[in-house]
């Protein structure tokens, strides 16, 4: 049976929406400029051999609508590749590339654009990180939603509500699915600000060392003016600081501005192949996508969601935690980071050992792609050979994806 492998991994720099450097551009454009990237790294690979384009986006309307992977391949003139966009919002683009790896092992292609793609700055209207607008949420859910606002009013601990009997809310917002993982597992404002300025320190000794000039694609904007470094992570960040930040979603709560990521622009782009069909073009991989997994759990505490498909990725490549050299949690927020680490038995020096998305972002449609990128930069820096990239998704889910380093 085929493997599926990495021979390209490229990135774009991640702007702060609204106000960040990418602003600008189109998701559309940028998910090009992603894609001709990767491509680029490969210049032996005729387009036409590709077989799909699969395009991670979170909320895929307005200018992230119209199937935009299909627009993205007429862009660049690529009308032969077909398109789809996936959404899994965090896991979007990790989705896709679960989907590349699928179709290689049944044999149905040998070559795949994994990818990913979200400007927040461009939304038409921002309902919140994997939210959605009240207009389309099925109202069978109020009553849960009138629960959530009451327990955020009084911080109380959480409690499942299917043990009540009750649906849990599925539209709660991710800064509050946060709080209620911080006080049920007793995350302190403490902790989860430390490992916020550890985020903050690791990029800022990475991008010292010039570890991310070897996946970050420029994008030049339309002025001429070129975008090469990402807009978050700020130099000498200190716990005393940090600690100063107001809570941001419940009045007596733990999640500030400094531990949690910040709203962004960005994409992805991965080029996945069959390892017969890069030796055939003489190519040498990257990495092996070894496993995937996706699981569910309440939408309430979406943020434990890495800890049970961590451990059905695991144990489908019939390996355990200890085996791994390197690990990505996205850090959606660092008060589920921790429990989820913590639950899993990981060792922090090996995890976001070059910063994670509160320092870089979070570009929802890219991150998938992004860590993943990132992930194989860091085995090859750190001269590891195995390593694990996982997240939370909004709606109550997790993904894990496990790579082998080749090269």
């Given at each position: 049976?085929?493997?599926?492998?990495?021979?390209?991994?490229?990135?774009?720099?991640?702007?702060?929406?609204?106000?960040?450097?990418?602003?600008?551009?189109?998701?559309?454009?940028?998910?090009?400029?992603?894609?001709?990237?990767?491509?680029?790294?490969?210049?032996?690979?005729?387009?036409?051999?590709?077989?799909?384009?699969?395009?991670?986006?979170?909320?895929?309307?307005?200018?992230?609508?119209?199937?935009?992977?299909?627009?993205?391949?007429?862009?660049?003139?690529?009308?032969?590749?077909?398109?789809?966009?996936?959404?899994?919002?965090?896991?979007?683009?990790?989705?896709?590339?679960?989907?590349?790896?699928?179709?290689?092992?049944?044999?149905?292609?040998?070559?795949?654009?994994?990818?990913?793609?979200?400007?927040?700055?461009?939304?038409?209207?921002?309902?919140?990180?994997?939210?959605?607008?009240?207009?389309?949420?099925?109202?069978?859910?109020?009553?849960?939603?009138?629960?959530?606002?009451?327990?955020?009013?009084?911080?109380?601990?959480?409690?499942?509500?299917?043990?009540?009997?009750?649906?849990?809310?599925?539209?709660?917002?991710?800064?509050q699915t946060a709080e209620n993982v911080a006080t049920s597992r007793g995350i302190s404002r403490q902790r989860q600000d430390e490992w916020g300025v550890s985020s903050q320190n690791r990029a800022e000794a990475a991008i010292k060392a010039g570890i991310f000039d070897f996946e970050i694609a420029p994008?030049?904007?339309?002025?001429?003016?070129?975008?090469?470094?990402?807009?978050?992570?700020?130099?000498?960040?200190?716990?005393?600081?940090?600690?100063?930040?107001?809570?941001?979603?419940?009045?007596?709560?733990?999640?500030?501005?400094?531990?949690?990521?910040?709203?962004?622009?960005?994409?992805?782009?991965?080029?996945?192949?069959?390892?017969?069909?890069?030796?055939?073009?003489?190519?040498?991989?990257?990495?092996?996508?070894?496993?995937?997994?996706?699981?569910?759990?309440?939408?309430?505490?979406?943020?434990?969601?890495?800890?049970?498909?961590?451990?059905?990725?695991?144990?489908?490549?019939?390996?355990?935690?200890?085996?791994?050299?390197?690990?990505?949690?996205?850090?959606?927020?660092?008060?589920?980071?921790?429990?989820?680490?913590?639950?899993?038995?990981?060792?922090?020096?090996?995890?976001?050992?070059?910063?994670?998305?509160?320092?870089?972002?979070?570009?929802?449609?890219?991150?998938?792609?992004?860590?993943?990128?990132?992930?194989?930069?860091?085995?090859?820096?750190?001269?590891?050979?195995?390593?694990?990239?996982?997240?939370?998704?909004?709606?109550?889910?997790?993904?894990?994806?496990?790579?082998?380093?080749?090269?």
């Open positions: 049976m085929a493997e599926a492998v990495i021979v390209a991994a490229k990135r774009t720099p991640i702007g702060r929406a609204f106000k960040g450097s990418l602003t600008s551009m189109r998701p559309d454009d940028l998910a090009a400029v992603a894609i001709q990237a990767a491509l680029s790294d490969v210049p032996g690979v005729d387009p036409r051999l590709l077989e799909d384009l699969f395009l991670g986006c979170a909320e895929p309307s307005a200018e992230h609508g119209s199937n935009m992977a299909r627009i993205v391949s007429v862009l660049m003139g690529q009308d032969h590749l077909p398109g789809a966009t996936v959404n899994r919002f965090c896991a979007s683009s990790a989705q896709t590339t679960a989907m590349a790896f699928h179709a290689i092992k049944s044999g149905e292609g040998g070559a795949f654009i994994s990818a990913g793609v979200e400007c927040v700055s461009r939304y038409a209207d921002f309902a919140g990180a994997g939210g959605s607008a009240e207009s389309t949420q099925n109202p069978i859910f109020a009553d849960a939603q009138a629960r959530s606002a009451a327990m955020a009013e009084s911080n109380d601990v959480w409690t499942d509500p299917r043990e009540q009997g009750l649906l849990p809310d599925a539209y709660l917002a991710m800064g994008v030049t904007l339309a002025d001429g003016s070129v975008v090469s470094t990402d807009d978050g992570p700020r130099a000498g960040v200190a716990l005393e600081k940090i600690s100063t930040l107001q809570p941001v979603f419940r009045a007596d709560g733990t999640v500030t501005a400094g531990n949690c990521c910040p709203l962004n622009d960005g994409a992805a782009a991965l080029v996945i192949m069959s390892d017969v069909k890069a030796k055939e073009l003489g190519l040498t991989p990257l990495a092996r996508v070894v496993a995937t997994a996706a699981s569910g759990l309440s939408p309430e505490i979406m943020g434990l969601g890495p800890v049970e498909a961590s451990r059905k990725a695991l144990a489908r490549a019939g390996m355990s935690i200890s085996d791994m050299d390197l690990y990505e949690i996205n850090e959606a927020f660092a008060a589920q980071v921790l429990p989820s680490a913590d639950d899993l038995g990981m060792d922090y020096d090996k995890l976001n050992v070059h910063g994670g998305a509160i320092a870089l972002g979070h570009p929802f449609g890219a991150t998938g792609a992004r860590i993943t990128t990132t992930l194989i930069n860091a085995l090859r820096h750190k001269d590891g050979q195995f390593g694990l990239e996982t997240m939370c998704v909004g709606g109550g889910q997790g993904m894990a994806v496990i790579f082998e380093r080749l090269t």
